[in-house]
């Protein structure tokens, strides 16, 4: 059965640079329309030109390098709006006016102190303005969401007997709820009597979480083109996401709808506008966000590791990103750290394994996440088996105007023996407690703490190097406490003499 497209109206760089602190340059704004251009997006809205030297500039530049799609301006219903945004879009191959006026109670009332009859003559006069400039004219009905169907419905008539190609339908408050969005647009499919000489749009704002969910809504009650922005950014909570709605009508295939945006750039553009408009993704958006295809739990990350389908709806390589994460969470199960594991290349046995996970537990349960330099400590522990001397009982005591003391207790060849000590620190307490025990003449040579990666939680690492009778032992820990990694590491050089 055949698909119908949907169009991709793209405005991160008008709607979506109203953010406070995300405004971009020109270089910046040819920057990003450029990539929605190879994403395939239908329609970039370049900017608001009037508003400023600034956005004139870069409608117009934008308009000289980026030709695939239809490059559209927005104004008010004013003639002067609409003579400066034909002016910045002289250039464009492809160029839409987009115009407009407020039609709800609130907006004719109080913004406009207006009426509903000057409000239809106003908004009839812009489309025909615009239309002796370009041959495309979009027209919006600001605060459609909160408009009466009845009004709404004279007023579109209106503008698409004026020259309207495209009606713009925004819940611009985002006050309104899905079933309520597709009953306006359903109500308008079937009242407005030359509807089919239009597109209609969804333009959906964010304010109750419900943007995508009222496009998708307007989108199976009739509207073919979805008004959106990369990362859902936008005014107050924002628009509706590009990727969301892409997403959706790819995955939902019973829609019989398509887009023309080419999914695997998705991811990139993502981070291309976060970096440039210097807004980070937050990390459980989805589609983009950085846990939107990552698995803790050990009930998901089994099931994912057997078949992908049993917890991700999208293969996460159709956006651009090469693979799911399996985080190694204290809620993480052996199948996921078997899996990590053998991609780092080691093969253990699974008595072995069963060991490596109780040490994965403990350091989990330390830390946030357990990454790959962690992982490597432990094999290499694990690797290296048993020694026949392992410290079972520390304890130090240290701080300001206190004497440093350290209680070790280490099992020998089977046997427990336990001793404390004072020193010059806690680490050098422990030392002292641990040459009793194992009554060796040895002489610390070398004592190294290193950091694997960032962060207080992570683990140290500890390597001492000691001398007895002429020869040089090595011994090695990690630890997310580096007291307890050095004793363990002096510990593991000691196992070696005796």
């Known amino acids: 059965m055949n698909k119908e497209k949907v169009y991709v109206f793209d405005t991160t760089l008008r709607d979506g640079e109203q953010v406070p602190g995300c405004q971009l340059n020109t270089i910046e704004k040819i920057e990003v329309a450029k990539e929605l251009e190879s994403l395939g997006v239908d329609i970039i809205e370049a900017g608001f030109p009037i508003s400023s030297p600034g956005d004139f500039n870069s409608v117009m530049e934008i308009s000289k390098v980026v030709k695939e799609p239809v490059i559209c301006g927005l104004t008010r219903a004013v003639k002067k709006d609409i003579e400066v945004a034909a002016e910045a879009l002289q250039y464009a191959t492809r160029p839409r006016i987009h115009t407009g006026i407020g039609t709800s109670y609130y907006h004719i009332n109080y913004k406009l102190n207006s009426n509903p009859d000057e409000i239809l003559e106003r908004a009839v006069e812009a489309v025909k303005y615009a239309k002796s400039f370009v041959d495309d004219v979009e027209f919006y009905a600001e605060d459609a969401g909160r408009t009466e169907n009845k009004y709404l419905a004279k007023v579109i008539q209106a503008v698409i007997k004026a020259g309207a190609t495209v009606v713009n339908i925004p819940d611009t408050t985002g006050y309104t709820l899905p079933e309520e969005f597709g009953a306006k647009i359903k109500y308008l499919k079937d ?170 537990l403990s350091v989990a349960d330390k830390k946030k996440e357990v990454n790959d330099e962690d992982l ?108 307890t990694a050095s004793v363990e590491a002096f510990v593991d050089a000691l196992a070696q003499i005796v």
């Open 191 to 360: 009242h407005v009597e030359n509807i089919d000489d239009a597109i209609i749009s969804t333009h959906c704002h964010n304010d109750l979480g419900m943007a995508t969910a009222n496009t998708i809504t307007g989108v199976i009650n009739g509207a073919r083109q979805v008004e959106v922005t990369m990362n859902g950014i936008g005014e107050r909570a924002g628009n509706t996401s590009l990727e969301e709605v892409v997403m959706t009508i790819k995955s939902r295939r019973h829609l019989r709808l398509y887009t023309d945006v080419n999914p695997k750039r998705i991811y990139r553009t993502s981070r291309l506008v976060s970096t440039l408009m210097r807004m980070p993704v937050q990390p459980n958006k989805a589609i983009v966000g950085r846990n939107a295809f990552a698995h803790s739990s050990g009930i998901h990350q089994d099931g994912v590791l057997k078949r992908r389908e049993n917890y991700e709806i999208i293969d996460p390589r159709s956006v651009g990103i090469n693979e799911s994460s399996i985080l190694l969470t204290a809620r993480s199960g052996r199948a996921a750290l078997k899996h990590r594991v053998e991609r780092l290349g080691y093969k253990l046995s699974k008595a072995k394994l069963d060991h490596l996970y109780e040490e994965f």
């Open 376 to 483: 490597k400590v432990l094999v290499g522990k694990e690797k290296r088996g048993p020694r026949n001397i392992e410290v079972k009982i520390l304890q130090v005591t240290c701080g300001l105007n206190s004497i440093p003391s350290a209680t070790v207790g280490l099992q020998i060849q089977g046997e427990s023996f336990l001793e404390t000590a004072t020193g010059n620190g806690p680490i050098d307490a422990a030392f002292t407690a641990v040459k009793k025990m194992v009554n060796k003449k040895v002489r610390l040579e070398e004592f190294l703490i290193q950091a694997i990666t960032r962060g207080s939680d992570d683990l140290g690492k500890v390597h001492v190097q000691v001398q007895h009778k002429g020869s040089t032992y090595y011994g090695f820990s990690a630890n997310t406490d580096i007291v």
